[in-house]
């Protein structure tokens, strides 16, 4: 669940090339969407991108510096790191020793917002740095695990003991908490051509690492959906230039949800049938969520697999999971990005990334 320890990337599909002039009055340097594809001052804008969530925890400007020219050296066009670091107040002494960077301190149900030089002044330095690379910044608001400060803070400090993981999507306490955080980020960079896109969330879903999810927050019911639709038109409202994004794992609620055969049984797959709490092919049309994302971790998500008894091996899982995110962008005509995705060991690595990526460019999205 914790995809982080994995090596990951983002890719978009390769740009065919389109005729014409962009359609709506966006500001040079930013990029927009056209279709399926992505555009950079009225051109297409196809890249590799990297996922570094921790940029913006280095502490000297000669680290920063350093890994943006190495990701300029490899091609990399789009960074996405975590627009949040949120710690516990408990953890404030420990922060300070030790240089952690940190953007909200938690002692009350009201958090503390640290804009100084272990807090903002780090991000702002690390969107500045990215535009000196020709990078361009994918921010995330918050995570759905506890990593770095997440849903879970919000849910502890104002909701309170006892609460389920879901509330942080319905509690309008919690609703007002996040937003006045986005305000703060979106407000800081709104002007700034080196942010790429806004994210609402790491890998949103009904339960997390400590909390379950409660019975609001099943198959069915919206709550996740609602959410980003209520996310993604207020950060539209405040910045109506940018692009939006759930950064979602891309979770499927189909009508006819896939299954599949583990030791005798016909099981059914948990990221088709909408018990996570999104749903890909609904959320891509959200009038405010300009295009998709989605995650591929196999191997954590079916430790089953690849096992007797199972019957899909892991390479094959994922290009159908690439196909299927593919179809779905070709339906609501926006763009989606593989944005995560990993396997463990390197002979899996070796053998599987070409695959894959290699079936993401194909696909086009087109
Ligand atoms: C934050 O600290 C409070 C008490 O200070 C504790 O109850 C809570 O579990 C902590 N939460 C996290 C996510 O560390
Ligand atoms: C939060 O509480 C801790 C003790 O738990 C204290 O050391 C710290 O100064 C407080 N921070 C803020 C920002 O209130
Ligand atoms: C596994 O079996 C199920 C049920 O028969 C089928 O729907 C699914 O397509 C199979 N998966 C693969 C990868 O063959
Ligand atoms: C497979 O099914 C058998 C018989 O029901 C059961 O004893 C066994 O524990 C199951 N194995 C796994 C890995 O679930
Ligand atoms: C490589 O993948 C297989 C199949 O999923 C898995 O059993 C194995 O543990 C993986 N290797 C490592 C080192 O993670």
Redesign the pocket.
Known sequence: MLALQFVTLLLSAAALAFPGSSKRSIPRGFVSTRGSQFELDGKPFAFVGANSYWLPLLTTNDDVEKTFKSMQQAGIKVLRTWGFNAINGSELVGALESGLTYYQVWNSSEWTLNDGPQGLQRLDNVIETAGKYGIKVILAFTNNWVGYGGAELYINWIAGAGNTHDVFFTDPRIIASYQKYVRTIVNRYKNSPNIFAWELMNEARCLGDMLPAGPNCVAGTNVVPKWYRQQSDFVKSLDPHHLITTGGEGHFFWKNP????FNGT?VSDYNFNGQAGEDFDKDLLLPNIDFGTYHLYPQSWYSNLDTPGS??SVE??GL?WIDDHAISAKKANKPVILEEFGVGGLDNKTNIYPSWVQRALDTKHA
Not at 258 to 261: G, Q, R
């Open positions: 896939v299954k599949y055969w016909l019957n899909f094959q899982w159908g």
